[in-house]
């Protein structure tokens, strides 16, 4: 059974930075796509940024693509969201997801996505 576990929210001031990390177990292979998510109250969930582990491509929503880096680290079967010049505007519950095969079909929709992390608060304050 795929699990992922999230840590690294919180709060800071805008400019800021802060990391989130998705780690992943039960897979076998690194034929699945890793996606983060984020929604704020009364908005629909978002999809912000993908990554395919088994290549490493990776797929950014524009607004966080020059801001903001997906990356990963095989050994540890680890996903990481940098988020840098981090605004008001991103505060949210962020989310990670996974679905075994590529991204390409599948990001940025909530529903292509089987299993979720718990979520993780980042607040970020003018």
């Known amino acids: 059974q795929v699990q992922l576990v999230e840590s690294g929210g919180g709060s800071v001031q805008a400019g800021g930075s802060l990391r989130l990390s998705c780690a992943a177990s039960?897979?076998?292979?690194?034929?699945?796509?890793v996606a983060w998510f984020r929604q704020s109250p009364g908005k629909e969930r978002e999809g912000i940024a993908a990554?395919?582990?088994?290549?490493?491509?990776?797929f950014y929503d524009s607004s966080v693509k020059d801001r903001f880096t997906i990356s990963q680290d095989n050994a540890k079967n680890t996903r990481f969201l940098q988020m840098n010049d981090l605004k008001p505007e991103d505060t949210a519950m962020y989310y990670c997801?996974?679905?075994?095969?590529?991204?390409?079909?599948?990001?940025?929709?909530?529903?292509?996505?089987?299993?979720w992390g718990q979520g993780t608060q980042v607040t970020v304050s003018s």
């Open positions: 039960g897979y076998t292979t690194r034929n699945y796509c």
């Open positions: 997801a996974t679905n075994v095969g590529g991204c390409a079909l599948r990001w940025p929709r909530p529903s292509a996505f089987a299993t």
């Open positions: 990554l395919y582990a088994g290549i490493g491509n990776t």
